[in-house]
């Protein structure tokens, strides 16, 4: 694993001003809700087919929303950068916002599909219990069919309920502004 220089949110708010490019890798859904005002998106899923630099670019600080993708993914961001110097933004945008920091938030874009799924499948669990103890035993089985779903999920990385969200009407909208 390559490790990169992680630089705090105010020294990467300076680093910005001074001509630095912020770079966003999360999934367009989380970036169409909330982002750092000026910062490129540059998904982890293509950060392999095409570079984020830009010409011109000298410095690129990379963020996620926790600092975990990035730093997971150091190596392969440090050889996408090609000759820039790279920097992660250490805490993500969670840290970002909490030193105060701006961000642009749009309310009327869905929350990311991740969180979706994960109230979906704990909705669904809660529900089978509820209805296993209160109205048939056999509702339990609601909840070993989610939790199936979700080892199935780990194993494979193929989660229907995330793909089942996916082409919901609210979150086709919100992949079509992030593009």
């Known amino acids: 694993m390559t490790d990169l220089k992680t630089v705090s949110p105010e020294h990467a708010a300076e680093l910005i001003r001074a001509g630095a490019v912020l770079v966003d890798v999360r999934d367009a859904d989380e970036y169409a809700r909330e982002r750092i005002p000026g910062a490129r998106h540059h998904a982890l899923t293509r950060i392999d087919r095409d570079s984020p630099a830009r010409s011109g670019d000298d410095v690129l600080i990379f963020h996620c929303r926790s600092g975990a993708r990035t730093k997971g993914n150091a190596a392969r961001l440090a050889a996408a950068a090609q000759d820039c110097e790279v920097y992660i933004l250490d805490g993500g945008l969670d840290a970002w916002k909490k030193a105060g920091l701006p961000v642009a938030l749009d309310r009327s874009q ?53 793909r089942l969200l996916t082409v919901m009407p609210w979150n086709r909208r919100a992949s079509a502004a992030a593009q």
């Open 110 to 162: 869905p929350i990311d599909i991740m969180r979706q799924m994960q109230i979906a499948a704990g909705s669904l669990v809660l529900l089978g219990v509820v209805l296993g103890a209160l109205v048939a035993p056999e509702f339990y089985a609601l909840s070993g069919f989610v939790g199936a779903g979700l080892l199935f999920a780990g194993v494979n990385g193929f989660c229907g309920m995330a």
